[in-house]
């Protein structure tokens, strides 16, 4: 009976095992969750999330309330107008940029790198990218976590690079995403990038975009390395060659999609403004033009402006930062007739990237030029570079590199120039952070 018994019950286990085959496997899957998702759908949720952070409030604001672009002038933003930047402070950026935007680029290139459907374009606008938001944290905060990074519970700890290897890095993705955007081969491209929300699908201009910014990040080092100034110059030359090129983010009015710094302007209504000595910059120039600075009407911070308004684009690298970058090289290799006819360009190309112009301030600008002294033009092409690149990191990075344009420290002796890293940091990779004040330096900082 027992015998029967057992195999009775082992009739019916082999019999539920069998029935589970006549079960279709995908029953239980939600065609509304996919485990997976292809390179052309990720790329327009990345881009968005590298405009987002680069032109949010903590990259495009918080810099240049400290090179006096832009007024705090209540709260929070108050505070960092009297240099009161706490550890506190950067840890939605950081977190945001490692645990979201870094995180799916990694993913992203390797996805695209897969060697059973390689996508070479795709990968090289995500180096591009990844190149982007490197460069951005490095040059805020230094020595940053990468090669022991982005491997998500695998090491919660990363060790940090140094800037300078940071910037091997950037040029190691640089150089890589030139030949992958070079790439026709249709076996090489299994995924186009036709979702492309900056160049719309365009794997020329992206190549463009790289090569600015090879120009860009080598031009941060001139104070610590030997710069070809002639392989920047070529970068520039085989770079973004019209401001119909500019590698931007683009936003709209819906409301899931408006500019960020609108955002923060609408939500946190009063907390900056126009700051007089941005302002007073281009104002002042009707003792030397005759007119003001045309630019004066559209680099506000309003929500009119030409950066802060509902569906203003942010800049990520631009023909006339170009520009401004070949003239300044011109400058370090005491080629002071290419430097003076680079800066005019640059700053005619300003004013119609702005839409604005006055032909007798533009003629008495480029008088200035001529009679300017040849140790006296860089100062001129930075404060130039500096009323072009409102909210833009760069205007911070030429400060600290140039000293230009002259500030005066609105409390002590000296201005910031850097972030402190995040408490995140502090509390869940102790064994790595290191305390550091705003006043200190980065490596390229000398």
Same mark, same amino acid.
């Given at each position: ?93 950081? $977190? ?72 091997? /890095? ?30 719309? $699908?365009?794997? /020329? ?188 990191? /760069? ?10 344009? /002259? ?40």
């Amino acid at each position: 009976m027992k015998m029967r018994n057992i195999i009775l019950t082992l009739s019916a286990t082999a019999l539920l095992f069998a029935s589970c085959q006549w079960i279709d496997p995908e029953i239980n899957v939600n065609p509304d969750n996919p485990t997976d998702v292809s390179l052309d759908l990720l790329l327009p949720g990345i881009e968005g999330q590298v405009g987002y952070y680069i032109g949010g409030f903590d990259v495009a604001a918080v810099p240049n309330i400290w090179t006096q672009q832009i007024l705090g002038q209540d709260r929070q933003a108050s505070a960092i107008n009297g240099y009161i930047y706490r550890e506190s402070d950067p840890n939605n950026l950081w $977190g945001n940029m490692y645990a979201g935007v870094m995180m799916d680029l990694k993913n992203f290139i390797e996805k695209a790198e897969d060697p059973d459907a390689p996508s070479r374009n795709v990968a090289g606008v995500g180096k591009v990218l990844m190149a982007l938001c490197l460069g951005t944290l490095t040059d805020l905060f230094g020595d940053i976590p990468y090669s022991e990074a982005l491997q998500g519970q695998d090491n919660l700890q990363p060790a940090y690079d140094s800037q300078e290897s940071i910037y091997d /890095e950037i040029f190691r993705l640089l150089t890589d995403a030139i030949a992958d955007l070079g790439s026709t081969d249709p076996f090489e491209n299994t995924y186009s990038i036709e979702n492309d929300y900056i160049y719309g $699908g365009n794997a /020329e201009l992206w190549a463009k975009a790289a090569h600015t910014l090879m120009a860009r990040y080598n031009m941060h080092l001139i104070n610590v390395k030997t710069v070809d100034y002639d392989a920047v110059i070529a970068h520039v030359d085989a770079g973004i060659a019209d401001i119909s090129e500019d590698m931007q983010q683009p936003f709209d009015a819906s409301p899931s999609a408006q500019n960020p710094m609108y955002q923060y302007l609408t939500q946190r209504s009063g907390y900056i403004t126009d700051n007089n000595t941005f302002v007073g910059m281009m104002m002042d120039d009707t003792l030397t033009y005759g007119v003001a600075d045309p630019r004066a009407s559209v680099n506000v911070v309003d929500v009119s402006g030409y950066w802060t308004s509902r569906a203003s684009p942010v800049a990520l690298a631009q023909y006339t930062e170009a520009l401004f970058i070949k003239a300044q090289a011109y400058a370090h290799k005491n080629a002071f007739a290419d430097a003076r006819t680079t800066l005019k360009l640059a700053v005619a190309t300003s004013m119609a990237k702005y839409g604005v112009g006055d032909a007798g301030w533009t003629a008495a600008f480029e008088t200035e030029v001529d009679n300017t002294a040849d140790a006296d033009l860089m100062k001129l092409i930075i404060e130039q570079k500096y009323l072009h690149m409102f909210c833009q990191l /760069e205007a911070f990075t030429d400060y600290r590199l140039y000293g230009y344009p /002259e500030l005066t420290p609105v409390v002590g002796n000296q201005i910031p120039r850097r972030y402190p890293y995040p408490t995140s940091e502090n509390l869940y990779n102790s064994d790595n952070y290191v305390s550091v004040s705003i006043f200190d330096r980065v490596w390229w900082d000398q």
